[in-house]
């Protein structure tokens, strides 16, 4: 029972790169989530997907896109990497996106951009 | 504005000693309320979490957690920890789904031998 699965776990971006951060989870669940991590700062959501087929804004976008690509899968893309997202980013799950559910996070992606 | 605060940005407690972490939060209406635990490496886990009834909620490994309404505070107790308990500890308020979830800023805790 894998969960939530993110891949890259490490990567190193110079300035102005692309890359997109993936997400898988397992649990048949309606809901999925991107949040950054920045210490002293707790988590914060950049998009959200309450279900397959629609991605919304969360508190910080800006530099971000998302692709609900199934319902399995939601991915985050950077498309000209800056320095202020260096950040670890966490991908989560829940079953529906109201509040008596439980979200199940995965392991993160620690991401450098240099 | 809608605020969650953890007051102690890193605790240091003995193996054996009990252990308190604190969470304030400033809402519109009674929240959701949660604790989770994020151990080096790993993603977040919940630990325990409060949406109406008792006030005393009872949560995985040993942790329970205590809604004051009067003190607007939820916080996070253990009678006796584990050097196991090593991690961060985040609290997090909501209202009605989980976009608009607030985390708290994290609480660092180390277990000396």
């Known amino acids: 029972n894998a969960g939530v699965t993110q891949t890259p776990k490490f990567q190193v971006l110079k300035t102005g790169q692309s890359m997109t951060l993936q997400c898988a989870q397992d649990?048949?669940?309606?809901?999925m989530y991107w949040y950054r991590q920045d210490p002293g700062m707790g988590l914060r959501l950049i998009y959200y997907?309450?279900?397959?087929?629609?991605?919304d804004k969360g508190e910080v976008p800006n530099g971000y896109n998302v692709s609900r690509l199934n319902k399995r899968e939601f991915s985050l893309r950077l498309e000209s990497a800056a320095p202020s997202q260096t950040s670890v980013y966490f991908c989560?799950?829940?079953?529906?996106?109201?509040?008596?559910?439980?979200?199940?996070f995965g392991q993160g992606t620690r991401l450098t951009v240099v | 504005a809608q605020s969650v605060t953890q007051p102690d940005i890193h605790i240091t407690v003995s193996e054996g000693a009990s252990l308190e972490l604190r969470c304030n939060y400033s809402?519109?209406?009674?929240?959701?309320l949660f604790w989770y635990v994020q151990s080096p490496g790993q993603g977040l886990q919940l630990l325990l979490k409060?949406?109406?009834?008792?006030?005393l909620v009872q949560g995985i490994k040993g942790f329970e957690a205590e809604f004051k309404r009067s003190q607007s505070s939820f916080n996070l107790r253990k009678p006796s920890v584990h050097w196991s308990d090593a991690a961060e500890y985040f609290c997090?308020?909501?209202?009605?789904?989980?976009?608009?979830?607030?985390f708290g800023p994290g609480t660092s805790l180390s277990v000396i031998p």
């Open positions: 989560a799950s829940s079953e529906i996106l109201g509040m008596n559910t439980e979200a199940f």
């Open positions: 649990m048949n669940h309606n809901s």
């Open positions: 997907s309450a279900s397959e087929g629609t991605t």
């Open positions: 809402y519109g209406a009674t929240p959701y």
């Open positions: 409060y949406f109406s009834g008792d006030t």
């Open positions: 997090a308020v909501g209202a009605t789904s989980y976009d608009k979830v607030i």
